[in-house]
């Protein structure tokens, strides 16, 4: 009977690396998302936080007012080159 709980315990374990390995995939980019809007690339390491981490991230970048503006349409309906 022992064996369930080391499964349990086993396949929790798996689950919390899965989600660490996912979290430091998403870090880099949003890290990077973040200081180029003008926010603190710290705001990625909501990340971490099992469930709804990733929500926060993509409600402060969807919500807010991005410190460095948002880029402008360029003539062609694309994005201006120096606001990449």
Not at 5 to 33: N, S
Not at 69 to 80: C, F, L, Q
């Amino acid at each position: 009977m022992a064996w369930i709980l080391g499964l349990g315990t086993l396949f929790l374990f798996a689950i919390l690396i899965g989600h660490l390995l996912l979290a430091l995939v998403l870090i880099i980019p949003t890290w990077r998302i973040c200081t180029r809007a003008g926010f603190s690339g710290a705001v990625s390491l909501f990340h971490l936080v099992p469930l709804i981490g990733s929500f926060i991230v993509m409600a402060v970048l969807a919500f807010s007012t991005w410190p460095n503006g948002e880029a402008s349409p360029g003539p062609n309906g694309e994005a201006s080159p120096g606001r990449r």
